[in-house]
């Protein structure tokens, strides 16, 4: 059976070690000065090496070279033994498999026997934060005062997760995520020495992937391979579901243009042609993120594609710092909070819908002592301070007249109504946000939006008697709250519809409302 390139690439030599030179230093100081400790923590995120350089320590500490410097030297019997994993001396225990007190007090029984092969026996325990509190009880002890022939290496990716008293007892290493140029350049070697053709945005494309990681790089790099040997961008983007990258561009370009309806089709061909919707908000957040690098003047340093680069320097023009974080929390938790959802996409429709806040109308400045900008008008600004107390004036409250409840006036309106609503509810203000005004008949009010599950939300009870609530304080008046979805006709075209067509039948019997169903639509019952 082939082995997986990452096994077949593991580094046998502290030379092979990718981007832990502060870490490979000291290790191999203390090798060579014999001052090497009785107990080692290795911290830091998967696949930067830390079991890798367990195993070296392991094996440089039972080399038999005469010269310290060079060891281990992977000649000698006992690196042999090591690398053919046959070195009794070498323990390697999962700590997520072994998570019990009565495991630790077996390892504990068994650490007073002398070593088998080489000088030392040693302990290498993968996520060690698994163990219970009772276990590290239980290993405290051993670590604290272990025999001479014994040395142990605890390995960790949840550093925060190890009690103080394990932490204090240990030589404590921390692992960095591998740069990016680094990991590139890793992956050149293997691509030679494997006769695998790979072009530049391909690798550039895996190594972001990878996050920091060396090991998920070259297992991406052997998933490719494992299907072409002649590997090239688009190959890359299918296989590894990284073809979004293009629909994360168009869908901050439609942020920028408010353009919902372009925004809700991006997201839903994307995920149609089998995008994950997980990865595809945490790609949005991350091209958010090097958005707000660049317009906080540090950008120098991000690892960018100079069309990229380009493309992100034009948008980030039209975005305030403010407003990119913003952006960045909402696609973040879309993100976070996918993977449970009933509906995948409801996260990334509500992320956008929230992002679709038009900024060329803020909110005043200079607000009325009694009435601050973010109340709709006609309501009492006590009930939305801060803390819940309107805010001392000597001035009297000046009454505002209540507006015309009509379709100019709702118009008119419109971004207050926004304002107030979002003020009490973020949830209910971001689907009013993705709503879109088609006429006002009578006591009825009609909105539509882009999707049905978007419409069905915002007529959920709880937002629903919010939003009425809002437009009946701010009109003076019971309002009726009418939502549709699909495309509209709204009063304005009624003038220059002719009479007898279908659109007039449906401004005149359906309020101004013309659905036109999708085909793959189920009927609503």
Same mark, same amino acid.
């Given at each position: 059976m082939t082995q997986a390139l990452y096994t077949t690439w593991r580094p046998a030599t502290w030379e092979?070690?990718?981007?832990?030179?502060?870490?490979?230093?000291?290790?191999? =100081?203390?090798?060579s000065t014999d001052r090497v400790g009785h107990a080692y923590?290795?911290?830091g995120p998967k696949g930067t090496g830390k079991t890798t350089s367990a195993r070296l320590l392991a094996k440089a500490v039972n080399c038999l070279d005469d010269d310290p410097s060079n060891r281990p030297c992977n000649h000698c019997a006992n690196c042999l033994a090591v690398n053919e994993g046959r070195f009794l001396d070498l323990i390697e225990i999962d700590a997520a498999s072994n998570t019990s007190v009565e495991d630790i007090r077996e390892l504990r029984d068994r650490v007073g026997f002398s070593p088998s092969q080489g000088r030392f026996k040693v302990y290498i325990i993968d996520e060690v934060h698994m163990l219970s509190t009772s276990a590290f009880n239980a290993l405290l002890k051993t670590l604290e005062e272990p025999p001479s022939h014994v040395i142990f290496i605890l390995a960790t990716t949840e550093i925060h997760k190890i009690p103080a008293t394990v932490l204090s007892r240990c030589q404590r290493h921390e692992f960095r995520r591998i740069p990016l140029a680094e990991i590139i350049a890793k992956l050149k070697e293997i691509c030679a020495r494997e006769a695998i053709q790979i072009d530049e945005e391909s690798l550039s494309v895996i190594a972001r992937q990878a996050t920091g990681s060396m090991r998920d790089a070259i297992s991406l790099l052997d998933q490719l391979s494992s299907l072409t040997r002649q590997i090239?961008?688009?190959?890359?983007?299918?296989?590894l579901g990284?073809?979004? =990258?293009?629909?994360?561009i168009d869908l901050v370009e439609s942020i920028r =243009? +408010?353009?919902?309806?372009?925004? #809700? +089709?991006?997201?839903q061909k994307t995920l149609d042609a089998g995008a994950d919707p997980r990865q595809f908000a945490r790609q949005t957040a991350d091209y958010l993120r090097n958005m707000l690098v660049l317009k906080l003047d540090a950008g120098k340093d991000l690892e960018l594609l100079p069309e990229v680069r380009a493309r992100l320097s034009e948008q980030v023009q039209t975005f305030s710092s403010a407003r990119l974080i913003d952006l960045? =929390?909402? #696609?973040?938790?879309?993100?976070?909070?996918?993977?449970?959802?009933? +509906?995948?996409? !409801?996260? !990334?429709?509500?992320?956008?819908a929230g992002a679709l806040v038009d900024e060329t109308h803020p909110a005043p400045v200079a607000a009325r002592p009694s009435e601050p900008a973010s109340v709709a008008p006609g309501r009492p600004a006590a009930s939305h301070s801060a803390g819940g107390a309107a805010p001392k004036s000597s001035q009297p409250p000046v009454n505002?007249?209540?507006?015309?409840?009509? !379709?100019q006036g709702v118009r008119q309106e419109w971004d207050a109504l926004k304002r107030a609503l979002r003020t009490q509810n973020t949830l209910a203000g971001a689907l009013f946000n993705s709503a879109r005004l088609v006429s006002v008949n009578g006591d009825t009010v009609t909105l539509n939006t882009a999707s049905q599950l978007l419409r069905d939300r915002l007529l959920e009870e709880k937002n629903l008697k919010l939003l009425q609530k809002v437009f009946?304080?701010?009109?003076?008046?019971?309002?009726?709250?009418?939502?549709?979805?699909?495309?509209?006709?709204? +009063?304005?075209?009624?003038?220059n519809v002719e009479p007898g067509s279908l659109a007039d039948r449906a401004i005149r019997e359906l309020h101004g409302v013309l659905h036109v169903p999708n085909p793959n639509e189920k009927e609503e019952e």
């Open positions: 092979g070690v990718i981007g832990q030179d502060h870490i490979v230093r000291t290790l191999r =100081n203390a090798i923590l290795f911290a090239d961008l688009a190959i890359t983007q299918e296989v990284t073809a979004t =990258n293009q629909a994360v =243009n +408010q353009s919902a309806a372009e925004g #809700f +089709q991006i997201i960045i =929390n909402a #696609f973040s938790d879309a993100a976070n909070s996918l993977k449970a959802s009933w +509906q995948p996409s !409801l996260g !990334l429709e509500l992320a956008y505002k007249p209540t507006p015309e409840f009509s !379709l009946n304080d701010t009109f003076g008046r019971e309002i009726q709250i009418v939502c549709t979805f699909g495309q509209t006709i709204d +009063q304005s075209s009624a003038e």
